[in-house]
């Protein structure tokens, strides 16, 4: 039986534990032993995120310990892993005092808000030996592990051009607020843009080069657009913005330009246009985040580290983000 905490209870925090609640039902080998940023009257409220309401009133919590402080946590309870969604700028350090504690740990995206950072936990993974995943979704969604099979396949041909977009209200939901502070956050560029910068990484690569522009006019860093270059000539477009009015509903798009067909991600739907057909290829009804958590669980209990993501794949993505918020403050092309 594998014991787990969680740390950090704001939305994504408690749609963990939902999740944890369902997989540990369902698998019988996870046990919930420490909560770490809520008390047991704080999880009697439901929460409301874009993608629906979280309730975990019902999840069982008679044997779980609650504190408020994560370093507590660690000194009194013997884990197999943590869940940690906390606000960015602790991501480092939580997950290194996890790391040198001998517990492994799911942390959620972005990996870290500077590539020291994300050196820095790599770093502690491989002195512990424990394990480090970052939260990317994103990389479980069946819509998108379907695109890259197709891709790698080959299929349809080379891609040529792909466009990414995310559209959102601003995100004024957040504890204190934090996710605003791009000091915090790292801006839409690092919180909200980092999962299609990370989709595209995924299944493309790094690019070669990126020009980006970004806007500041309601908070700093609200916005950013950018043009990727490949070596081999393909061109990827990126686009986030979260300073939408709060009437606007969050969405966001794929569109992969091939020899011979295109793909669209739409409303959480994968198609594929060919000059004589429309196919809606088979899909895993799986949810990611519990494809996801259930993949880092397989990780801790075997040994064996996933095929889908690691630490320094992320690192790349957060390298990718670097420079394209440097680009567009200097407003030049940056080689990677
Ligand atoms: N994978 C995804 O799609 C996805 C979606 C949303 C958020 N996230 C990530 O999850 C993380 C949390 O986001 P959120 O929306 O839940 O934020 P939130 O502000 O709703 O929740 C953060 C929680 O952390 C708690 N906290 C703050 N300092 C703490 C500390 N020292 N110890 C313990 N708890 C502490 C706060 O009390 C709050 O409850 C962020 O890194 C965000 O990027 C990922």
Same mark, same amino acid.
């Not at 798009?253 to 011979?260: D, G, I, L, P």
């Given at each position: 039986?594998?014991? =787990?905490?969680?740390?950090?209870?704001?939305?994504?925090?408690?749609?963990?534990?939902?999740?944890?609640?369902?997989?540990?039902?369902?698998?019988?080998?996870?046990?919930?032993?420490?909560?770490?940023?809520?008390?047991?009257?704080?999880?009697?409220?439901?929460?409301?995120?874009?993608?629906?309401?979280?309730?975990?009133?019902?999840?069982?919590?008679?044997?779980?310990?609650?504190?408020?402080?994560?370093?507590?946590?660690?000194?009194?309870?013997?884990?197999?892993?943590?869940?940690?969604?906390?606000? %960015?700028?602790?991501?480092?350090?939580?997950?290194? =005092?996890?790391?040198?504690?001998?517990?492994?740990?799911?942390?959620?995206?972005?990996?870290?808000?500077?590539?020291?950072?994300?050196?820095?936990?790599?770093?502690?993974?491989?002195?512990?030996?424990?394990?480090?995943?970052?939260?990317?979704?994103?990389?479980?969604?069946?819509?998108?592990?379907?695109?890259?099979?197709?891709?790698? *396949?080959?299929?349809?041909?080379?891609?040529?051009?792909?466009?990414?977009?995310?559209?959102?209200?601003?995100?004024?939901?957040?504890?204190?607020?934090?996710?605003?502070?791009?000091?915090?956050?790292?801006?839409?560029?690092?919180?909200?843009?980092?999962?299609?910068?990370?989709?595209?990484?995924?299944?493309?690569?790094?690019?070669?080069?990126?020009?980006?522009?970004?806007?500041?006019?309601?908070?700093?860093?609200?916005?950013?657009?950018?043009?990727?270059? =490949?070596?081999?000539?393909?061109?990827?477009? *990126?686009?986030?913005?979260?300073?939408?009015?709060?009437?606007?509903?969050?969405?966001?798009?794929?569109?992969?330009?091939?020899?011979?067909?295109?793909?669209?991600?739409?409303?959480?739907?994968?198609?594929?246009?060919?000059?004589?057909?429309?196919?809606?290829?088979?899909?895993?009804?799986?949810?990611?985040?519990?494809?996801?958590?259930?993949?880092?669980?397989?990780?801790?209990? %075997?040994?064996?580290? *996933?095929?889908?993501? *690691?630490?320094?794949?992320?690192?790349?993505?957060?390298?990718?983000?670097?420079?394209?918020?440097?680009?567009?403050? %200097?407003?030049?092309?940056?080689?990677?």
């Amino acid at each position: 039986m594998l014991k =787990y905490g969680l740390i950090g209870m704001g939305g994504l925090g408690k749609l963990h534990l939902s999740n944890l609640d369902k997989i540990g039902k369902k698998r019988g080998d996870i046990c919930l032993k420490a909560i770490c940023g809520a008390t047991k009257e704080d999880l009697k409220k439901s929460v409301g995120l874009n993608i629906g309401t979280v309730d975990v009133s019902k999840v069982n919590v008679d044997n779980c310990n609650f504190y408020g402080d994560y370093k507590e946590l660690f000194e009194n309870e013997e884990l197999d892993f943590v869940v940690a969604a906390i606000p %960015t700028y602790l991501h480092k350090e939580i997950a290194v =005092y996890a790391l040198e504690h001998g517990v492994s740990i799911l942390s959620e995206k972005p990996m870290a808000l500077t590539l020291d950072g994300c050196d820095r936990m790599i770093e502690a993974a491989n002195k512990s030996g424990k394990h480090l995943m970052i939260g990317h979704c994103m990389r479980f969604y069946s819509t998108y592990s379907k695109l890259k099979e197709i891709v790698d *396949s080959g299929i349809y041909g080379k891609v040529y051009r792909a466009e990414f977009t995310r559209y959102s209200q601003m995100p004024k939901w957040t504890w204190n607020n934090w996710i605003l502070d791009p000091e915090m956050s790292g801006g839409c560029p690092l919180d909200l843009h980092v999962h299609d910068v990370d989709m595209m990484n995924y299944i493309f690569g790094s690019p070669k080069s990126l020009f980006s522009t970004a806007t500041n006019k309601k908070v700093e860093l609200e916005s950013i657009f950018t043009q990727y270059y =490949y070596e081999d000539g393909m061109v990827v477009i *990126s686009g986030a913005d979260w300073s939408l009015p709060d009437t606007y509903k969050f969405n966001a798009q794929c569109m992969v330009n091939f020899e011979k067909a295109a793909a669209v991600i739409k409303d959480n739907e994968l198609t594929i246009y060919t000059d004589d057909e429309v196919i809606k290829p088979e899909l895993s009804g799986e949810s990611e985040f519990i494809s996801e958590l259930n993949a880092f669980i397989d990780m801790v209990k %075997t040994g064996e580290k *996933s095929k889908v993501t *690691s630490p320094e794949s992320i690192r790349e993505t957060v390298r990718i983000i670097k420079a394209e918020v440097e680009s567009a403050k %200097t407003r030049k092309i940056i080689e990677l």
